[in-house]
């Protein structure tokens, strides 16, 4: 299971992106997929996190901002980021967790978001 994210740039503050994070390989007993981000001398942190069944949760911060959406038959997860500050500035990560008997999280290769003042 590969993780592949992008979308990431530079925009100046109030401006839009979009991110996008496609998952090659067969994988079973999803329970949610979502993004994450890290800022230089920060901990990572969840940005926005959807469910298998539709659940979706945001991280205050980012509320009314940003929406994360799926296209399950592109196997993709989307982060669409508007009204953007310089304090988004990080590395965002798409993550899918997966709940068998264990629990296991696959992460994506990160892409990078920066916010121009």
């Known amino acids: 299971v590969q993780l592949q994210a992008s979308g990431g740039g530079l925009v100046q503050a109030g401006g839009s992106l979009r991110l996008s994070c496609a998952v090659s390989g067969r994988i079973f007993s999803i329970n949610s997929m979502g993004w994450y981000r890290q800022a230089p001398g920060k901990q990572r942190e969840l940005v926005a996190r959807?469910?298998?069944?539709?659940?979706?949760n945001y991280a205050d911060f980012v509320k009314g901002r940003f929406t994360i959406s799926r296209d399950n038959a592109k196997n993709t997860v989307y982060l669409q980021m508007n009204s953007l500050k310089p304090e988004d500035t990080a590395v965002y990560y798409c993550?899918?967790?997966?709940?068998?008997?264990?629990?296991?999280?696959?992460w994506g290769q990160g892409t990078l978001v920066t916010v121009s003042s």
């Open positions: 959807i469910t298998s069944g539709g659940n979706i």
């Open positions: 993550n899918l967790n997966q709940v068998t008997i264990y629990t296991r999280d696959y």
